[in-house]
């Protein structure tokens, strides 16, 4: 009797080990694995077009930081030019206060001469003032400091300073006559010539 149970229990762990080596050597295909799988190449591509797109938006904000970086460079650079315009203009035209001050030492001297000329022994002071007079102008002259042209020249407000009109052999609007020189430092003007303008010929 014991032998009989022992061949059945036998017989059944023997089945049991075929159906579990049979399930072994065919598996079947689970619907949600598939299922499972699909899903995951869906998200791997959602991450893959969400990186690229992220690698776009990187780019472009990187040229557009480019950009900005470039615009700053050049003004800073504009700005660099008008400090150094400024500096040099500064330098250029330091001694015009000088310059004005020399102008009436000029004017002084220039006026002796014609005081000179209505003494009764003018020749030495003439010629002593004259002298000093020459030697300003040409002082002048070194510094870029010349006078404006201005007798029978047209009238230019840039240059001169009208201080009355009168009839005259000249044109209208022409520089009839000077009653003070003018002048100018390199291409600024220091003083202008005050000068009477011509209204034309007298009627």
């Given at each position: 009797m014991n032998e009989e149970m022992d061949d059945m229990n036998q017989a059944d762990s023997t089945a049991a080990d075929e159906q579990d080596h049979g399930d072994d050597l065919n598996p079947e295909t689970n619907p949600q694995e598939i299922h499972d799988?699909?899903?995951?190449?869906?998200?791997?591509?959602?991450?893959?077009?969400?990186?690229?797109?992220?690698?776009?938006?990187?780019?472009?904000?990187?040229?557009?930081?480019?950009?900005?970086?470039?615009?700053?460079?050049?003004?800073?650079?504009?700005?660099?030019?008008?400090?150094?315009?400024?500096?040099?203009?500064?330098?250029?035209?330091?001694?015009?206060?000088?310059?004005?001050?020399?102008?009436?030492?000029?004017?002084?001297?220039?006026?002796?001469?014609?005081?000179?000329?209505?003494?009764?022994?003018?020749?030495?002071?003439?010629?002593g003032v004259a002298m000093v007079v020459k030697q300003l102008d040409d002082y002048l002259t070194k510094h870029a400091v010349l006078q404006i042209a201005t007798e029978g020249e047209q009238f230019d407000p840039n240059f001169h300073e009208a201080i009355s009109q009168m009839p005259s052999d000249l044109e209208s609007g022409m520089v009839a006559h000077v009653a003070q020189i003018g002048f100018k430092m390199h291409d600024r003007v220091v003083r202008p010539s005050q000068v009477v303008v011509s209204t034309g010929p007298a009627e």
């Open positions: 799988e699909a899903v995951d190449h869906e998200a791997v591509d959602q991450v893959l077009e969400t990186r690229d797109e992220e690698m776009d938006r990187l780019r472009e904000a990187a040229d557009s930081a480019d950009g900005r970086v470039l615009k700053a460079q050049a003004e800073a650079e504009n700005f660099r030019k008008r400090l150094r315009r400024d500096y040099e203009d500064q330098v250029k035209y330091a001694a015009v206060p000088l310059v004005t001050d020399v102008l009436e030492v000029r004017d002084n001297l220039l006026r002796g001469l014609e005081a000179a000329k209505n003494s009764a022994d003018p020749g030495g002071l003439q010629e």
